[in-house]
């Protein structure tokens, strides 16, 4: 079978869109997560060349699995809402390699939503990322402090919490968390991770 697409237009496709990714996480080449896909095709010391164009930007390590994930960031402040003003959408975050939101989620949430553009109240905002997740998932021991409830706590500073990670360094914790418990153990304290893990209960 004949490709359906020229190749010269799949090189010009590459050309534009290697303007506009990252890669967020991947099993090749040590060093390449977190970086922009034109960057890796310019620098790349592995990639074959026809006509000008890379071919092959990276090359997969021993044993590594061959996928790439590729995210196409929009610009940093575009609003979400009015997508997480609705009252039963809920805030969460999948913790993908490489990405921003892994560290960041939370803290953009409460910091630039809430207390920056007042988008939605403070008691809104912990109930999307609390307990109304928690009663869709059927954790109905966790969500909410109760008595005999899981104590899954975080106590931050509204005056300075905000996320600080980005695709190029997006390990950076966020400000202004000061205690995180889990099932009702101290496990970071001031940005410091204690070394207890309490989450298996």
């Known amino acids: 079978m004949k490709p359906i697409i020229p190749k ?4 010009l496709a ?3 869109l290697a303007k506009k990714v990252v890669v967020s996480k991947v099993g090749v080449t040590k060093g390449l997560a977190g970086k922009w896909l034109k960057e890796i095709l ?3 010391p ?4 026809r006509k000008g164009k890379s071919t092959r930007p990276w090359r997969c390590s021993p044993g590594a699995r061959r996928r790439y994930d590729l995210h196409v960031p929009g610009k940093r402040g575009e609003d979400p809402h009015p997508d997480i003003e609705g009252p039963y959408v809920m805030i969460g975050t999948d913790n993908i390699i490489g990405h921003p939101r892994t560290w960041g989620c939370y ?3 409460i910091g630039t939503y809430v207390r920056d553009k007042q988008v939605l ?3 809104e905002a912990i109930r999307k990322c609390t307990s109304l997740p928690a009663s869709r998932l059927k954790l109905y021991d966790r969500g909410i402090l109760k008595p005999t409830f899981k104590a899954d706590i975080v106590t931050f500073d509204l005056a300075t919490i905000k996320d600080n990670a980005t695709f190029e360094n997006w390990t950076v914790p966020p400000s202004g968390i000061k205690h995180v418990f889990i ?3 101290l496990t970071a304290k ?3 991770h204690l070394k207890v893990r309490s989450g298996l209960s």
């Open 46 to 49: 592995t990639s074959r060349k």
């Open 42 to 44: 310019k620098t790349d």
């Open 8 to 11: 010269w237009l799949v090189a």
């Open 107 to 109: 803290p953009r949430l």
């Open 190 to 192: 001031d940005g410091v």
């Open 121 to 123: 109240p403070i008691e």
């Open 14 to 16: 590459i050309d534009v």
């Open 183 to 185: 099932n009702g153990k």
